[in-house]
């Protein structure tokens, strides 16, 4: 089993040239790359080993048993004594000897996560780089409110506006999405009977569920004329329709988040607060929310990430104007709608194609900041708790 056998071999030697051969097919009239087209077939290769392996072990188990062993083709050799007998002993004869395989696909999916969030960020900053190190003005990009990539004579990339409309748009509606979750994930967790438990948290998924283009319509359609009814506002996608369709899109998350949280507590901490004469209300604020309430700003934090990284909704529901916002029904727009606006317009490597990707690493340094200082809240609540 240490060696590889003539059917893993095949099986490598015929991945690479299938993969070359298709490379080259599908790329005539183009210069393929030598290093991707190596690294391609040398991927493809080792999948088709691994797979080739995985099944020579599977029938191996199938049918010898653990005490397998393979000739030089992979085909399973050896006594028949100790082989399991009926298709269900077979069967799990032979998943037990893909027990290696299994752990190692366990272990990959573990550093996957991290891999592939190192992968994005490379990218990101492998394509952004060249902004900084070009003819952009650092100063003008962060400072100014002028933002027109098309301008005549020397375009203006000013983000001062889309960050403060990223940012207006983020706290208000975070401002209406905390209370309202954090008031649904405590009655569905203390008050609520179990049928209308069970109707709530199915209503809360379907809420999780909506596509955010549709929330997008909503808020166009649904909300835009209501604005311009009650408030008096010049248009209905405006910083307040983005804040509260953003609102209704994180309560879901929070709630679910949250509501886990306060059922973690034990049940004891209920029984001790009623036993010395506390109501439900003084149980909530003053036993359940403190100590639960790394969990509970753990579902604040995910609301604020669902937010500041919504893109469709708020390109549809905030106007997409590039202007610092005076009033709440003023127009705004955000990194994010940005980014989705105009990437299919920007020429790949130009200027503006580069900019685009300098504020997606504007972004990634937002949610790290955010990260970081969660991290730090969580541990000073723990080390208080500790002390």
């Not at 059917?7 to 051969?21: G, H, P, Q, R, Y």
């Not at 998924?205 to 004329?225: N, T």
């Amino acid at each position: 089993m240490g060696r590889n056998s003539g059917l893993e071999i095949i099986a490598f030697i015929a991945a690479v040239v299938i993969t070359t051969v298709v490379r080259v097919f599908m790329d005539e009239g183009g210069a393929e790359q030598p290093i991707s087209l190596v690294l391609t077939c040398f991927v493809y290769g080792v999948l088709a080993l691994l797979s080739a392996n995985i099944i020579k072990n599977f029938l191996g188990g199938y049918m010898l048993g653990s005490n397998a062993q393979f000739n030089w083709v992979g085909w399973p050799t050896g006594s028949r004594a100790g082989a399991p007998r009926g298709f269900r002993a077979r069967m799990m004869s032979g998943l037990d000897a893909m027990e290696r395989h299994v752990e190692w696909f366990i272990r990959i999916c573990g550093w996957s996560a991290i891999l592939f969030v190192m992968a994005i960020f490379f990218f990101v900053i492998k394509e952004g780089a060249p902004a900084l190190v070009g003819d952009l003005d650092l100063w003008n990009f962060f400072s100014s409110t002028k933002w027109d990539p098309t301008a005549a004579g020397k375009s203006e990339y000013g983000i001062l506006a889309l960050i403060v409309g990223t940012l207006s748009v983020t706290i208000l509606s975070m401002l209406l999405a905390v209370p309202l979750g954090l008031g649904a994930a405590t009655y569905v967790s203390e008050f609520a009977g179990t049928r209308t438990k069970e109707t709530l948290k199915v209503l809360i998924e379907l809420l999780a569920a909506i596509p955010s283009v549709v929330w997008g319509f909503i808020g166009m359609m649904v909300l835009g004329p209501i604005l311009v009814t009650t408030t008096g506002a010049s248009v209905g996608v405006n910083m307040l329709n983005g804040a509260l369709i953003l609102a209704l899109m994180s309560v879901p998350v929070i709630v679910s988040v949250a509501e886990d949280s306060l059922r973690a507590v034990p049940d004891s901490y209920r029984e001790a607060a009623l036993a010395m004469g506390a109501t439900r209300w003084e149980i909530v604020s003053r036993v359940l929310f403190p100590a639960a309430k790394s969990g509970l700003l753990a579902a604040v934090l995910l609301g604020v990430g669902r937010a500041i990284g919504e893109t469709m909704a708020v390109l549809m529901a905030t106007g997409h104007s590039g202007r610092i916002p005076q009033s709440l029904v003023d127009p705004v727009q955000t990194l994010t709608a940005t980014i989705a606006a105009e990437m299919g317009e920007a020429p790949r490597g130009g200027e503006h194609y580069q900019v685009l990707f300098l504020i997606g690493i504007v972004l990634f340094a937002f949610a790290f900041v955010v990260n970081m200082v969660a991290d730090l809240i969580v541990k000073g609540i723990r080390n208080e708790k500790n002390g």
